[in-house]
């Protein structure tokens, strides 16, 4: 289920410079550049690749591949966001919103123009705020939801990944960023042999029980005021892991919190606020240096 903040909206500047592949369930993907580069663009040089899990938006919302973009070129190696919602846009796109037609089961969340919320970590939300997002996009989303439901997602990416494997063999190592949506689905990807290492962007829901089955290094990037998922359930979280650290099936973490920050703030930054959009740039920068650190190739 998503919350107020995972549908509030706001566009990065730049444009992407990548291009959504046919041939790869309609994902997006950046290229490592190198002198080598086949006529895809890609390289057989990028020994290794990040695979970007978006919020609710999709791919619709360019802010996904705007930080593609940036992950690739400072760690030098491809990066994809599979369309996992399974859906094409249409070119009319105005402002903040797309029109969308289905290709298949599914369809981003909500659209890009559903409401505004809180940005910083002393606004709340109101009562018109929360009976916009129940009526304009709880009900209306229920569809959309079930068909993206945890279960029909991670199947859609278990083929993804097969298909990576197939025709990316040099691939030696994949890590997985996720935000909002996508940081609950990292959650769950840890714990097969799809990912070498995962960071976590202010995640949607997760069990404790998934938490425990994660089998990667992992890094954290926390809001200071999440209520989708509560200050108590992030430091549960940290727990399980502080309680492994000294086990031989440990694995490496970090959790870093990023005060007077909301949920969203690393994949839609409120640019209207200076201290927003550095919370969003160090998040990105965590990212890029834990993938430094954990995705190491020969």
Not at 265 to 274: D, G, H, K, V
Request: charged share 20%.
């Amino acid at each position: 289920m998503s919350c107020p903040q995972c549908v509030e909206g706001y566009e990065l500047p730049g444009e992407p410079k990548g291009s959504i592949q046919a041939d790869f369930q309609g994902a997006y993907f950046t290229a490592f550049q190198s002198q080598d580069a086949n006529n895809n663009g890609s390289s057989d040089a990028s020994k290794r690749a990040v695979v970007l899990l978006t919020d609710g938006f999709g791919l619709p919302l360019k802010n996904c591949k705007i930080i593609a973009d940036k992950i690739s070129t400072a760690l030098e190696c491809d990066v994809w966001i599979p369309d996992y919602f399974q859906g094409s846009f249409g070119p009319a796109i105005e402002a903040l919103t797309w029109t969308w037609t289905s290709r298949g089961a599914g369809r981003p969340l909500i659209p890009l123009n559903a409401m505004s919320g809180p940005d910083k970590a002393s606004q709340k939300m109101t009562i018109l705020d929360w009976i916009k997002f129940i009526f304009v996009n709880g009900i209306p989303g229920i569809p959309a939801f079930i068909s993206n439901r945890p279960s029909v997602v991670d199947a859609r990416l278990a083929s993804f990944f097969a298909l990576l494997k197939e025709k990316k063999p040099h691939y030696e190592k994949i890590g997985a960023v996720g935000y909002c949506y996508g940081g609950s689905t990292v959650i769950r990807l840890a714990s097969t042999s799809f990912i070498h290492s995962a960071v976590v962007c202010h995640p949607g829901s997760f069990s404790m029980k998934e938490v425990r089955q994660m089998k990667v290094p992992s890094s954290w990037a926390c809001p200071e005021v999440d209520i989708f998922v509560p200050h108590a359930t992030r430091l549960s979280a940290e727990a399980i892991f502080a309680a492994n650290k000294d086990k031989a099936e440990s694995f490496e973490y970090e959790f870093k919190d990023y005060p007077g920050t909301q949920h969203g703030f690393a994949a839609r930054p409120n640019l209207a606020y200076p201290e927003i959009v550095e919370a969003h740039e160090k998040a990105l920068e965590q990212t890029i240096s834990w993938f430094k650190k954990t995705l190491v190739v020969a």
